[in-house]
């Protein structure tokens, strides 16, 4: 199974950016998928979650300038940002709980894409 990030770039303050993840593989279906990032010098944390009904999470930080949303028939999430910050400058992961044709369950992890926000 493959995570694969893209959409990452450099933004200006106030700024919107779109950053897309699309898994593959021998995927029989994803329940949760969502998005960590980690800033230079800080832990990985998690920004924001979706159920395969729909259902979201987000941390405080972003709630409200962040949208996080899925196309299940394409194993693809997404996270709209706006507003953006300096502070959420970071390398964004993709997270994703599979369970795989075998039965077995995947937690996988995407390579990352570099956000950075910056005059």
């Known amino acids: 199974v493959q995570l694969v990030e893209s959409g990452g770039g450099l933004v200006q303050p106030g700024g919107s950016l779109r950053v897309s993840c699309a898994a593959s593989?021998?995927?029989?279906?994803?329940?949760?998928m969502g998005w960590h990032r980690q800033a230079p010098g800080k832990q990985r944390e998690l920004v924001a979650t979706?159920?395969?009904?729909?259902?979201?999470n987000y941390a405080t930080s972003v709630r409200g300038r962040f949208t996080i949303s899925r196309d299940n028939a394409k194993n693809t999430v997404y996270l709209q940002m706006n507003s953006l910050k300096p502070e959420d400058t970071a390398v964004y992961y993709c997270?994703?709980?599979?369970?795989?044709?075998?039965?077995?369950?995947?937690?996988?992890w995407g390579r990352g894409t570099q956000v950075t926000v910056s005059s």
């Open positions: 997270t994703a709980h599979i369970t795989l044709l075998s039965g077995a369950i995947n937690d996988g």
């Open positions: 593989g021998s995927i029989f279906s994803i329940s949760v």
């Open positions: 979706i159920t395969s009904g729909g259902g979201t």
